[in-house]
């Protein structure tokens, strides 16, 4: 059964760094561009960081410089290195193929907060 499992959210301060995993269990994992999607409360979820199937990475403006998106496709695995936190970065983070898959996972809770 297909599924996308995620991990290594927390709380942590402003200024602060976590790092996210993915672990989707789907055929050819390899061909996919994968991405990192965030909501926040009360908004509509966004793509934040994408990386095809041959490396080329892209960012959303408010996250560029500070986050970082990597694969490893022999582990079926997408990563969020996530640096300089800010409180508005608190949402509920999502991994998923771009365009999606078409079903979601629990995602992982990020709070930035003193």
């Known amino acids: 059964q297909a599924r996308l499992v995620e991990s290594g959210g927390g709380l942590v301060q402003p200024g602060g760094s976590l790092r996210l995993s993915c672990t989707a269990s789907v055929s050819i994992f390899s061909f996919y561009t994968m991405g990192w999607y965030r909501q926040a409360p009360g908004k509509e979820r966004e793509l934040v960081a994408r990386i095809t199937n041959v490396g080329s990475t892209n960012y959303a403006d408010s996250v560029k410089d500070r986050f970082t998106i990597s694969r490893d496709d022999v582990k079926k695995t997408v990563f969020l290195q996530m640096n300089s936190l800010k409180p508005e970065d608190t949402a509920v983070y999502y991994c998923?193929?771009?365009?999606?898959?078409?079903?979601w996972g629990q995602g992982t809770q990020v709070t930035v907060s003193s």
């Open positions: 998923n193929a771009v365009p999606t898959f078409g079903f």
